[in-house]
């Protein structure tokens, strides 16, 4: 069964910098996609970045591109997700999430979402 259980969100002023964490199990983490979405109050969730099996392909939410950098440890079965320079439009509960498919790639598909996700953490920006 998969898991995965994300950590590092909090409270930050606007023009700094979080790192975000998602721990997976269940399966081998190497083999598949990852990726994080966001859902603010009041609107619906939204793809911020992906990343493949390898780490050598990713992918970005116009909205973050120059800010976020997702990378991964496939030794350490994590995903993560650096956020600099952040807005307090940034503000939203992100979530972790992966591919049902081994070796799969299109992130075209990942705007209306993975098969996997976790419980998100909150990420609040302050104006």
């Known amino acids: 069964q998969v898991q995965l259980v994300e950590s590092g969100g909090g409270l930050v002023q606007a023009g700094g910098s979080l790192r975000l964490s998602c721990a997976a199990s269940?399966?081998?983490?190497?083999?598949?996609?990852m990726g994080w979405f966001r859902q603010a109050p009041g609107k619906e969730r939204e793809f911020v970045a992906a990343?493949?099996?390898?780490?050598?392909?990713?992918y970005y939410a116009d909205s973050v591109k120059g800010r976020f950098t997702i990378s991964r440890d496939n030794a350490e079965n994590t995903v993560y997700l650096q956020m600099n320079s952040l807005k307090p439009e940034d503000t939203a509960l992100y979530y972790c999430?992966?591919?049902?498919?081994?070796?799969?790639?299109?992130?075209?598909?990942?705007?209306?979402?993975?098969?996997?996700w976790g419980k998100g953490t909150l990420v609040t920006v302050s104006s």
């Open positions: 269940g399966r081998t983490f190497s083999r598949y996609a």
């Open positions: 990343i493949n099996w390898s780490g050598g392909n990713t």
């Open positions: 999430a992966t591919e049902g498919a081994m070796w799969s790639w299109d992130p075209k598909r990942y705007a209306s979402g993975m098969d996997y």
